[in-house]
T-cell receptor
Framework: RKEVEQDPGPFNVPEGATVAFNCTYS??????FFWYRQDCRKEPKLLMS???SGNEDGRFTAQLNRASQYISLLIRDSKLSDSATYLC????FGSGNTGKLIFGQGTTLQVKP | NAGVMQNPRHLVRRRGQEARLRCSPM?????VYWYRQLPEEGLKFMVY????????ESGMPKERFSAEFPKEGPSILRIQQVVRGDSAAYFC?????????????FGPGTRLTVL
């Protein structure tokens, strides 16, 4: 079983749609959680950190459920510029782990006009 | 404040040659991580270094790969006797500390092609 699992998609949605991505992680020792965005095989860029209380940044909302080991990202009012691959990432700092990031395979989003 | 710098951006090597990839972390960052992204796959951790120390190399192949982060100069990822399976994008990331909540900032990557 992969440490971080995502539906690879692709998700094809029209502009203005709401789209949700899900991610599960296998190791309960995971400490920190992030969503990164990667465009056309460029470097990953941090989109947002994810907290148990949930957090929102403009059109983006992230949720963490530690009991279910489940992370989600909701994008409202999709824009063409949101087209990218979204990477679910966990950090297992502590317990002998050194802060390395564990990446999911990524979920591809294509927003159509 | 310049971001993480990597060079070269593209590197072509023939089988059996050596590849040297360089990474200069962001100013003030003393922690460097290397990741590899094989075609159509996610990023995989390779090695974590601080100045003059390898902290975690659990993701590094046992043979042909080595990494260093000297007191002066960039971090170097070295691949000896490259094979076609080494063709990938190699990303370096840096952070100011190893605190779990610190963001890792990624460089633009080096795309290695082995002919």
């Amino acid at each position: 079983r992969k440490e971080v699992e995502q539906d690879p998609g692709p998700f094809n949605v029209p502009e203005g749609a709401t789209v949700a991505f899900n991610c599960t992680y296998s190791n309960s020792a995971s400490q920190s959680f992030f969503w990164y965005r990667q465009d056309c095989r460029k470097e990953p860029k941090l989109l947002m950190s994810v907290y148990s209380s949930g957090n929102e940044d403009g059109r983006f909302t992230a949720q963490l459920n530690r009991a279910s080991q489940y992370i989600s990202l909701l994008i409202r009012d999709s824009k063409l510029s949101d087209s990218a691959t979204y990477l679910c990432v966990v950090n297992m700092f502590g317990s002998g782990n050194t802060g390395k990031l564990i990446f999911g395979q990524g979920t591809t989003l294509q927003v159509k006009p | 404040n310049a971001g993480v710098m990597q060079n070269p951006r593209h590197l072509v090597r023939r089988r059996g040659q050596e590849a040297r990839l360089r990474c200069s972390p962001m100013k003030g960052h003393s922690h460097v991580y290397w990741y590899r992204q094989l075609p159509e796959e996610g990023l995989k951790f390779m090695v974590y270094l601080q100045k003059e120390n390898i902290i975690d190399e659990s993701g590094m192949p046992k043979e042909r790969f080595s990494a260093e982060f000297p007191k002066e100069g960039p971090s170097i990822l070295r691949i000896q006797q490259v094979v076609r399976g080494d063709s990938a994008a190699y990303f370096c990331a840096s952070s100011p500390t190893s605190v779990q909540t610190d963001t890792q900032y990624f460089g633009p990557g080096t795309r290695l092609t082995v002919l």
